[in-house]
């Protein structure tokens, strides 16, 4: 079945920029919105905006350059926009300070794994212990894993100074700052039948039956919505620092190299949501041992931290 995507663009441009290299003066347009759904299995729209200005200053020999774009993407009619739609930023075209596709906003995404019973000495207690060939007691767990989901809306503005030194070569001082939040939550849902599998799953393992099956298991009841971490939806980044910019005409194709530093930026800790509960384990201390231990595991405090500096090389323009 897949994910076959038909859309059309209408758009609208204008620009009076003198130069498609390195531009000194004018000004550019551009407006579209993409809209899926004529045909294929997608529906989603997505207006995109973008506008640049050049100032020259001192006499034409410097330029004063400004860009904006913002996009916001959304299904509509029951439906979400597919996942590798999504917006990331972080890179040479837009946040130079970020590595390339790295700002996100960060969510859980619920899911389920197994864990061996243990003795606290470490050994495995076997399911059946006159038969340890029928191997380990094993625990069927609810987790939480974490996940980079992308955003919904982004926003970017760039701020350049390009000082000509001599012929192509040029030096500017630039400053980036952008935000990719999740405004729509509801667009973040869980695919159906993944849903259903979790939900229908038994969990846990307190006791065994006489044919070594699992009795006392429990059932969770997910949310179709992944968990969002506040504090990374809502995180402004900024990067401002000092470029290199040539132009090659030996591969035609400006080469750059730039160090950055990122004011703003995602510092931050987050732990793990935990649906793992002690009553899902055997009474006793391997019980509580296993308990114990799949929290360290699978509830893990994560450190989100953005560099501080970058310094990269590039064959690429911002705009």
């Not at 809502?234 to 005409?249: A, H, I, K, N, Y």
Request: net charge positive.
């Amino acid at each position: 079945n897949g994910i076959i995507t038909s859309k059309v663009t209408p758009s609208y441009s204008k620009s009076t920029v003198d130069a498609a290299y390195a531009p000194h003066s004018g000004s550019s347009i551009f407006a579209a919105t993409e809209v899926a759904g004529l045909g294929g299995t997608v529906r989603s729209i997505r207006p995109i905006f973008q506008y640049k200005r050049f100032f020259p200053v001192q006499n034409r020999r410097n330029t004063v350059g400004f860009h904006v774009q913002g996009s916001f993407l959304t299904g509509y009619g029951g439906e979400v926009a597919p996942p590798f739609e999504r917006t990331y930023l972080g890179g040479d075209n837009d946040l130079r300070g970020f590595d390339i596709r790295s700002v996100s906003p960060v969510a859980f995404l619920p899911s389920n794994a197994s864990i061996q019973l243990r003795n606290p000495d470490g050994t495995v207690v076997p399911r059946d212990p006159s038969n340890p060939l029928r191997g380990a007691y094993t625990i069927p767990i609810p987790i939480e894993r974490i996940v980079f989901p992308g955003g919904d809306t982004s926003l970017v503005s760039n701020l350049e100074y390009r000082i000509t030194i001599a012929g192509p070569v040029a030096l500017a001082p630039f400053v980036d700052l952008g935000i990719n939040p999740i405004l729509r939550n509801s667009q973040l849902r869980i695919n159906f039948g993944q849903l259903a599998a979790l939900n229908s799953t038994p969990f846990g393992c307190p006791t065994l039956d006489f044919a070594l099956n699992c009795t006392g298991t429990q059932f969770e009841n997910f949310s179709d919505i992944l968990k969002i971490v506040d504090a990374t939806n809502f995180q402004p980044r900024m990067s401002t620092g000092l470029e290199l910019q040539v132009f090659l005409p030996v591969i035609n194709a400006p080469f750059r190299v730039y160090w950055a530093y990122n004011p703003l930026r995602l510092d931050t800790t987050t732990t793990t949501p935990i649906p793992i509960t002690r009553s899902m384990f055997p009474a006793g201390a391997a019980g509580d041992y296993t308990y114990q231990n799949a929290i360290a595991v699978y509830s893990p405090t994560y450190l989100l931290r953005e560099p501080l500096k970058t310094f990269r090389f590039s064959v690429a323009t911002t705009f």
